[in-house]
């Protein structure tokens, strides 16, 4: 049975919808102000596997992936630029779009933007005011009254009495208690503003993420995701506010994904140690970066490096190259390898542990391959379908372990018919017995990263 680890709860436990075959999955999307870097794309991908492996277990799954295109850092970077907000959120999210497909992220069924839900999010507002769970302050905005939601920090742990001591309050604020937040901003000049009971002005950005949510899956759903950077304070003024409206449980299960770690530090733009997925994706494969990704456990910190992702690269170009020459056919894959599969994703998808079964497949693809090989094209469907259930080994062998691998010299100035020409020239040296020379041609290719194998069906080559 599926075990999902619950931050609400501090344990896994069985996952249960609250309807039967159906799940409801809210996860917290990007602010589009910038092109996405490493940690978004770690949210993007977890999150993809998780619905892929739901729905692989028959759920139907109403996956909701949010938009902010609408808060402070968007209109700051759009003053800087001097252009419309409007133009500075479509072209980062069709930049973020560009990126996930690229990475092989299925679309969300849902991707509300919080600037479509404004008439909900007053709603809301409305109703937390009338609750007495928000009031107006002196300057305008709208704050949640915090102290009133007695289970305030039961998301994140946090103690209110300690997270009093150490609440810093702007000069320019106007709350009654330092951990008020505020639900709705007054417009200020020259900013974009809409029309509301407290007027002209903009929602902030917790209550954005409970307007979306609830339109698309209702006030009850299965499973809220993010990066564990949102557990506090956004989830859990999430948690306040809804609640608070509605007097029942938000959602029964919380996901989140660890941080993205540079040389031991937290990946951040604060720190300027962040990398964009476009840079990456310049000396990377995007294969080779899903599964860099996959390689840590999700709730566990992913520490970015070149060593880590030359690791992946290898280790996709052994599972290709098991696949190398070996048809694909509509067969049962081997129940052995797709249980011992299943165990380690109803285990809160443990990806690692997920990714070994995938090599002890390709181990036995090369045992067999000349021994067995109606076994072996088994084998080899059971690979592509575990590899399918990650979003991986979605290439052809031949294309993956034949291109240039990006941001290396490997095989520089040979292309593929230069490089056929030579193993031609091999072989013929090798027939006529000029071993040598068979030797020395060899020798030029693995010079220029051009690795050459010699088996029974002939010589065939791949990128070093």
Known sequence: MLQIYNTLKRKKEPFKPIHEGKVGMYVCGMTVYDYCHLGHARVMVVFDVVVRWLRSLGYEVNYVRNITDIDDKIINRANENGEEYGLLTERFINAMHEDAKSLGVLPPDNEPRATGHIDKIIQLIDQLVKKDYAYVADNGDVYYRVNKFADYGKLSGKNIEELVAGARVDVAEAKVDPLDFVLWKLAKPDEPSWESPWGAGRPGWHIECSAMSTSCLGAHFDIHGGGMDLQFPHHENE????????GKQFVNLWMHNGFVRVAEEKMSKSLGNFFTVREILQRYQPEEVRYFILTSHYRSPLNYSDENLDLARHALMRLYTALRDTPVEDVAPVT????????????????????????EVAHEINKLRD??????????????????????????????????????????????????????????ARSEREFNKADQIRDELLGAGIVLEDGAGGTTWRRQ
């Open 239 to 246: 948690i306040a506010q809804s609640e608070g409206v509605t």
């Open 336 to 359: 052995e390898y797709m249980t011992m599969f299943a165990q380690a994703m109803n285990d809160d998808f443990n990806t690692p542990v997920a990714l070994s079964v995938l090599f």
């Open 371 to 428: 021994a067995d090989m109606t076994l072996t094209v088994t084998l080899a469907t059971t690979l592509r379908t575990l590899g399918n259930s990650l979003g991986i080994l979605q290439d052809d062998p031949e294309n993956y372990l034949k291109a240039a691998p990006l941001g290396s010299d490997s095989g520089a100035g040979f292309g593929i018919e230069q490089i056929e020409q030579m193993i031609n020239r091999r072989n013929q």
